[in-house]
């Protein structure tokens, strides 16, 4: 049975998995899906036919604009921005206010065991790859590749994290965590599992 706070606003049409929580003042809009043993923070906001997969965290003050899709597993931190608008106004050229027909949204992906760090923005449409990890403070403004660690503005690649989210250790052919002693292969701008045979 999921969990709501009684000042949190979710719509009749959301669905929440078995064991997700929502937390004070936090907003889930209509026909957004959230898998199991979620956690929307205090004052969070999912959009409209969000999609966000089992055992993802957003934390306070988040915002998750539709029509992003979330893996499972995945970490939004405080704060964190995930927009869905290229060519944001307010007004049409003429000066007259634009409806919610006047653009057509964009989203960010954010594949499986990501983590973004507080405050970070990522400027839609991107894919965050998987276990990859944004700074905190960060503006992302391009793909970035599965298990890439990303910092800055606008965010470079500073290295690599295992799925522990500590930076990798270069170690002989390998990239090593020193947390779990898995090994990764670096292959140009990409890496992967060392067992990973794709």
């Not at 043993?37 to 966000?52: D, E, F, K, L, P």
């Not at 965290?57 to 931190?77: M, R, S, T, W």
């Not at 905190?136 to 970035?144: E, H, L």
Request: hydrophobic share 45%.
């Amino acid at each position: 049975m999921s969990s709501i706070a009684v000042s949190a606003d979710v719509a009749d049409s959301a669905v929440l998995g078995e064991g997700t929580k929502i937390w004070h003042l936090a907003q889930v809009r209509e026909s957004a899906v959230l898998g199991e043993n979620c956690i929307v923070g205090r004052g969070a906001y999912v959009g409209t036919g969000v999609r966000i997969g089992e055992n993802t965290k957003i934390q306070n003050y988040a915002l998750v604009y539709e029509p992003a899709v979330l893996g499972k597993g995945v970490f939004i931190g405080p704060a964190v921005v995930l927009t869905n608008d290229t060519y944001p106004r307010s007004v049409s050229p003429d000066g007259s206010l634009k409806s919610a027909h006047d653009w057509t949204p964009v989203g960010v992906t954010v594949e499986d065991g990501a983590s973004i760090g507080a405050r970070a923005v990522c400027i839609a449409p991107l894919t965050i790859g998987r276990w990859a990890t944004i700074a905190a403070g960060s503006v992302v403004t391009k793909d970035v590749p599965a298990f890439a660690l990303m910092a800055g503005v606008p965010a470079r690649r500073l290295g690599w994290v295992g799925k522990a989210g500590f930076p990798l250790k270069r170690d002989g052919g390998f990239w090593v965590c020193p947390q779990t002693g898995a090994k990764y292969i670096e292959d140009g701008n990409f890496l992967k599992e060392a067992e990973d045979k794709a």
